[in-house]
Every structure is written in C-alpha cells, then in structure tokens.
C-alpha cells in the first residue's frame, strides 16, 4: 500500500528545499501558485484527466463536459474509463462522496464535490449515497457525539439544497446509521481484517500517541464504496463506485481499492478535484476554522464583498501605472482562480484572463467581477436552503429502496 507521505512533495524554490503538504487533515504549498498537481499525480500513481478522456466522455454521455472537468478543476483519475465502458454497455454503478461536518455551515469549498456530484447524477441517472462522517469529527475534533450529530443534519441542509433528486440519493449519519446498519458493520469488520496496523500507520501516519479512534476510521470511510454496505438500495447486487473527492482524500481509497480484490469486490473508480483555495491565497485550502479564509453559506451580500475586497490575494501589481504597463499574474490572483470555478461563461472568463494579464483590467475590477458572481451563488443557495424542513432532512436520510433494479445489466 501506499503511503500518505507520498502526498509531500520536494521542491526547490530560490535554492531551498521546500514541501507541499496533502493528507487528508492539513494541505499546505510554499508556492504562491499552490499544489504541483502533476507531481501529486506521479507520488499518488493516478492519472492525469486528459482530452481523450473528455472527448470519450462527451461521446458517450452526449453531453457537454461540466466547467470543473473542462478547466482541470477535476484533474485526475483512477479508472473512469472503466465506468465509461459501464455505462456504455448499459451497466450499473453509483456515486458515493462524503462530507466532515464540523462546522455549523459549509463554505464554498464544501460545495464543489456536491455541485460535481449532481451534475453527474444527473448525467448519468445513478444512485447517490452520502457520507456523513460525524464520528471521525467528534474524534478529531473533541466534539460531543450529540453535537457532531447535530453539525451533520445542519450541513444535510446545505448538501440538499444543491439539488440531489430525493428518489436517487441517500443521506447517512455515521453516529445514527451504522449501529442500525448490520451489512455496514459487516463490512467495516471484513475491511478491519484486511488491513494491518503498520499499513495503517504508514498509510495515514498515525502515531502512539493518537486516539485508537483515528486508527479505526478509515474502514469506516471505506465501507460505502461497496454497494453490500446498502442492501436496501442494491439487494444483492455487487455494484461498481465511483467516487468524486478532492485530491487528499485519495489515501482512503487507496486503502480500499488495494483489498479489494481479497474481498471479492469491484474496485471504487475515483474522480480528484484540486483544492478550492483560501482567499489569503493558493496556498492552503479553504478552512471553516478560519473565517476570515472562507466565504461560508451563511454569509451576507455585504460580508461577502467585505471579505473579498479585504482578504483575496492579489495578483496584480503595487501601483495601478505598474499593473498597466505589466499586467496581473491570473495564477496567483484568488478572484481569478474563484471565477475558474464559479463563472460558466468560458468567453467571459478567457476575456476576464486577458484583460487582467495585459493591465487592462484592474485588481478592484476584478475583484467586482468576482463578487457579483459569488453573491448571486450564495444568495441563490439561501433560498433553497430556507425551503429545506426537517421532514425533507429525515426523508433523504431515511434507509430506502432509489429504485435500483438490476434488468438486463441495467439500471431502471
């Protein structure tokens, strides 16, 4: 098995020796314009998401790429095509991507695999299951387990507000789900065998002095990528997954896909994103423990544009005589790296790029463009989120039957 520190990068800049960071806690980059993600690529032993790739997929699908897969936002892979040739051959799988709620509301980086996952639920008309990890929260965190419970229906609002068809996708609580799940534990029980001590210790490099806690989880994260885990959504149907996440949480899933082949079990397919940068800059993630690095969910029209204007990283120049005559720096500039993510027009944002590259654009200028966009994003969430009631929360969060029927290798 691999090990986590394949995630630490060794660079030079200036003729020291410097590191990129990436586990599935703490991702960190000396460089202004973030994570080598090619270098991640070759340490983790993925593969690059290429235009072949993109191309296979459009033709397959008959749709036209999402802006996270055209941009490189999504940039890596194991295994997508084979759940092209799936669907191709009118095969089944499903989705599965999870959510740490230790927060009382989700930021804009939360949203990305959720935003992905929809689009591609839609794409591809599957099921959806949804993993709350609200037992890994209250060990990492120290939380109560009453209080992790109550962050994780609080995010489930977030998470429903994005759209999710009620009839294709499950919800779970770890803390609430798994002791009333006996296919669950089974399976974190077979997993649990089939890893060692040391694989784990190696894997996600935990040490002595760490909870027994830590060390158990990850068969915990591992356990819904196989679709026996659900019987009341795929009976006895051995289900192939595909798995959206960001990049750093790949060491669980390496994890997985290395016994699965002991376990008699498809091997999950994974999708990476890149991190969704904090606005101080490109070389952290965005975190929900640092509010002044974050546009959260909750924010207000006016707090949004405060934070932005104060705290995005620029990458244009002292004076605006210099950016005139030089031009901004769109690799290190957050408002421009946010659009990347936000902005569906293409035209719009390659303008955007070359005006702010040439000078023509200023750093204000852009930084409005930016804060028109997230503010309709956010203000938009808010109100779906205001027509998400408890009983909606209970419904996708109750075991059911999607609709999942095995006929003829497909899925109806």
């Known amino acids: 098995m691999e090990p986590v520190t394949d995630g630490v990068e060794d660079l030079e800049i200036n003729g020291k020796s410097v590191e990129d960071i990436v586990t599935p806690w703490t991702v960190n980059s000396k460089n202004d314009a973030g994570v080598d993600y090619d270098k ?13 790739l993109l191309d296979r997929f459009e033709k397959i699908t008959g749709k036209s790429c999402h802006r996270f897969l055209r941009r490189g936002i999504f940039f890596s892979h194991r295994d997508m095509h084979t759940v092209l040739n799936l669907y191709e051959q009118g095969k089944p799988f499903y989705l599965y991507t999870g959510r740490g709620p230790s927060s009382d509301a989700m930021h804009l980086g939360h949203l990305i695999p959720f935003v992905f996952c929809k689009w591609l639920q839609d794409v591809f008309d599957v099921p959806l299951v949804i993993q709350l990890t609200d037992d890994e929260k209250a060990i990492w965190k120290n939380l109560k387990l009453e209080e992790a419970i109550r962050l994780a229906y609080e995010n489930s609002k977030d998470i429903i507000a994005c759209g999710f068809d009620v009839k294709k996708t499950f919800i779970f609580s770890n803390l609430e789900h798994i002791g009333n799940n006996v296919a669950f534990y089974q399976n974190m029980i077979r997993i649990q065998k089939s890893v060692t001590f040391n694989q784990i210790k190696g894997i996600f490099g935990f040490g002595d002095s760490d909870p027994v806690g830590k060390i158990a989880f990850p068969p915990t994260q591992a356990a819904p990528a196989i679709s026996s885990t659900f019987p009341f959504i795929f009976k006895d149907a051995i289900v192939p997954c595909l798995i959206p996440c960001a990049i750093d949480q790949d060491p669980y899933f390496r994890m997985t896909r290395d016994i699965a082949p002991k376990l008699g079990v498809p091997k999950p397919a994974l999708l990476h994103s890149i991190f969704f940068p904090a606005l101080q800059g490109s070389q952290t993630k965005m975190s929900a423990s640092d509010f002044n690095s974050a546009i959260f969910l909750t ?3 006016k707090q949004i ?3 932005i204007n104060k705290h995005a990283f620029s990458g244009g120049q002292a004076t605006v005589e210099e950016h005139r005559r030089l031009g901004g720096n769109c690799d290190i500039d957050i408002s421009y790296q946010w659009l990347r993510f936000f ?8 303008e955007i790029e070359k005006n702010y590259t040439s000078g023509a654009l200023l ?8 804060i028109e966009v997230i503010q309709k994003i956010v203000a938009e969430h808010q109100e ?28 109806k």
């Open 40 to 52: 991640l690529i070759l340490r983790f032993g993925s593969s690059k998401i290429d235009q072949e």
């Open 299 to 301: 924010d207000t029209a």
């Open 305 to 307: 544009k405060n934070k």
């Open 343 to 350: 902005l569906d027009d293409d035209d719009k944002l390659a």
């Open 363 to 370: 750093t204000g200028e852009l930084k409005k463009e930016l």
């Open 384 to 411: 779906r989120k205001k027509a998400i009631t408890d009983e909606i929360v209970k419904e996708y969060m109750k075991p059911r039957d999607l609709g999942f029927k095995l006929t003829n290798n497909s899925i």
